[in-house]
């Protein structure tokens, strides 16, 4: 028989360890609290505040029909992944709630609604972003955003923020209208938080640089900030002169000190400056 890769255990623990945690939010910070989420998690609350069905149950029915569309736009492979993480995120919420009913531990019901919604916003990010860092989703709006995100190359946290704020903003006829602006907090703390988890914790910045002085330029980021760099050549669109232009990709700490570099070897440069994430090599991350 053989083996499960090292990368399929990986994205079975990732998926269940992020199931696990926003499962934990929600029945510890958000439903004690009366706040919302987006998607069907948000009708899935809407549903426990109103008639007290346990999410558990509402979630998993609510996704059962989204399977069909998982399956015709991911495929088998993928689909199986989304299949596993509603499942495992109904189970979680199953056992939160258990916890919760028995007593074991106490839901936390706060005063200072900052510090709800900063907990709450950093712990649904951290579980959504572990989840698509595995692979899957938990089904719902996460298969719209995986769907996006892979055919249009739109952010996923961007795409659920968007959607979650027309939910969320239909809540008004069953929550108040200071929950609902501090649900909005906690959406827009987690969309972060899954970018980040996502894109890659480790971000650098690049540099494309368009200077005359390329050579003397070249030899001191090489020599003095000991960083690889790349002469491209380019043509001006107006002007049709050569020029060469550079390439290289600093840490964020050193951003300042290649600005400083650039200006005192060309004054006049053209600098683009861009975030990069994930990067791999020498000097980098090396997986």
């Known amino acids: 028989m053989k083996k499960p890769s090292a990368d399929l255990i990986r994205s079975l623990l990732l998926t269940l360890a992020g199931t696990a945690i926003y499962a934990f939010a929600l029945q510890y910070f958000v439903i004690p609290n009366e706040l919302m989420e987006g998607g069907l998690t948000g009708v899935a609350l809407l549903a426990k505040y109103a008639a007290n069905i346990p999410p558990s149950l509402t979630t998993l029915v609510l996704n059962i029909p989204l399977f069909v569309l998982g399956y015709r736009v991911f495929g088998k492979q993928a689909m199986a992944f989304t299949i596993l993480g509603t499942l495992s995120l109904s189970l979680f919420l199953w056992v939160m709630e258990t916890i919760l ?102 971000a650098a910045k690049s540099f494309t640089i368009v200077t005359a002085q390329h050579h003397t330029l070249a030899e001191a980021i090489t020599n003095e900030m000991e960083r690889g760099v790349t002469i491209l050549t380019g043509r001006g669109a107006y002007s049709k002169e050569e020029k060469d232009v550079l390439y290289c990709v600093v840490a964020r700490a050193e951003v300042r000190r290649l600005t400083a570099f650039i200006k005192a070897a060309d004054p006049s440069a053209f600098i683009i400056i861009s975030d990069v994430h994930d990067v791999l090599g020498e000097g980098f991350k090396t997986d």
């Open 101 to 202: 009913e028995l007593g074991w531990i106490s839901p936390f019901r706060g005063h200072d609604y900052f510090l709800v919604t900063l907990y709450a916003g950093v712990s649904l990010g951290t579980g959504l972003g572990l989840v698509f860092r595995g692979g899957a989703t938990t089904g719902g709006v996460d298969i719209l955003a995986r769907y996006l995100n892979k055919k249009r190359g739109m952010s996923m946290g961007q795409v659920i923020l968007s959607i979650d704020v027309l939910v969320i903003g239909s809540s008004l006829f069953y929550i108040s209208q200071e929950k609902v602006l501090y649900t909005m907090v906690v959406v827009f703390i987690a969309s972060r938080l899954i970018d980040y988890i996502t894109e890659g914790a480790y």
